[in-house]
C-alpha cells in the first residue's frame, strides 16, 4: 500500500517542474498582433468614367510572433483585394490593396473585405470598408 503512494508521489515531483517549463516555453513563442493604421476609407464623391479607384490599408504586427495574412475576401467581384502573403515579422507593416471598379455603379456605395489571419479569435478577422459616391457616366 505505501508503494501505492510513494509512486504517483514521485511521479508527481518529477512531472511538475518539466510541465511548468512546458508552459514556460509555449508563452515565450509568443503571438502575433494585428494593427491597423485605419479600417475604413471615404472616396468622396467620384466619377464613374474615371476608371478603378484603389486605396492601401496598412497595417503592422505589434504582436511578438509571425503574422500572417490567411486570406482577404470581398463578396463582391467589383472589389478586389491584394495583399503579400508571406509571414510578418514582429514589428513590420504591410499594406493591404482593394480596388474597386466604380463603371456599374450610381449614386452611394458601400464595400467591405474581410481580413483573416493567424490571430487567435474574433482580433483575427477585421473588415475592411470602402465607401463613397460614384457619378455615373453619360
Same mark, same amino acid.
Not at 500572417?68 to 463582391?76: M, R, W, Y
Given at each position: 500500500m505505501k508503494r501505492l503512494i510513494f509512486i504517483p508521489t514521485i511521479l508527481s515531483a518529477l512531472l511538475l517542474p518539466a510541465m511548468a517549463l512546458g508552459e514556460r516555453r509555449t508563452s515565450e513563442k509568443g503571438s502575433p498582433a494585428i494593427e491597423f493604421a485605419q %479600417?475604413? /476609407?471615404d472616396f468622396g464623391t467620384v466619377k464613374a468614367a474615371d476608371g478603378f479607384l %484603389? /486605396?492601401? +490599408?496598412? +497595417?503592422k504586427n505589434a504582436g *511578438?510572433?509571425?503574422? %500572417?495574412?490567411i486570406t482577404v475576401s470581398a463578396p463582391c467581384g467589383? %472589389?478586389?483585394p491584394d495583399f503579400d502573403p508571406k509571414p510578418l515579422a514582429p514589428g513590420d507593416s504591410s499594406e493591404i490593396t482593394l480596388r474597386f471598379d466604380p463603371s456599374n455603379f450610381s449614386g452611394e456605395f *458601400?464595400? *467591405?473585405a474581410l481580413v483573416r489571419t493567424n490571430v487567435k479569435g474574433r482580433a483575427g478577422r477585421v473588415t475592411l470598408t470602402i465607401t463613397g459616391v460614384v457619378i455615373p457616366q453619360k
Amino acid at each position: 500500500m505505501k508503494r501505492l503512494i510513494f509512486i504517483p508521489t514521485i511521479l508527481s515531483a518529477l512531472l511538475l517542474p518539466a510541465m511548468a517549463l512546458g508552459e514556460r516555453r509555449t508563452s515565450e513563442k509568443g503571438s502575433p498582433a494585428i494593427e491597423f493604421a485605419q %479600417t475604413s /476609407h471615404d472616396f468622396g464623391t467620384v466619377k464613374a468614367a474615371d476608371g478603378f479607384l %484603389t /486605396h492601401e +490599408f496598412l +497595417f503592422k504586427n505589434a504582436g *511578438t510572433a509571425p503574422l %500572417t495574412i490567411i486570406t482577404v475576401s470581398a463578396p463582391c467581384g467589383c %472589389t478586389q483585394p491584394d495583399f503579400d502573403p508571406k509571414p510578418l515579422a514582429p514589428g513590420d507593416s504591410s499594406e493591404i490593396t482593394l480596388r474597386f471598379d466604380p463603371s456599374n455603379f450610381s449614386g452611394e456605395f *458601400t464595400k *467591405t473585405a474581410l481580413v483573416r489571419t493567424n490571430v487567435k479569435g474574433r482580433a483575427g478577422r477585421v473588415t475592411l470598408t470602402i465607401t463613397g459616391v460614384v457619378i455615373p457616366q453619360k
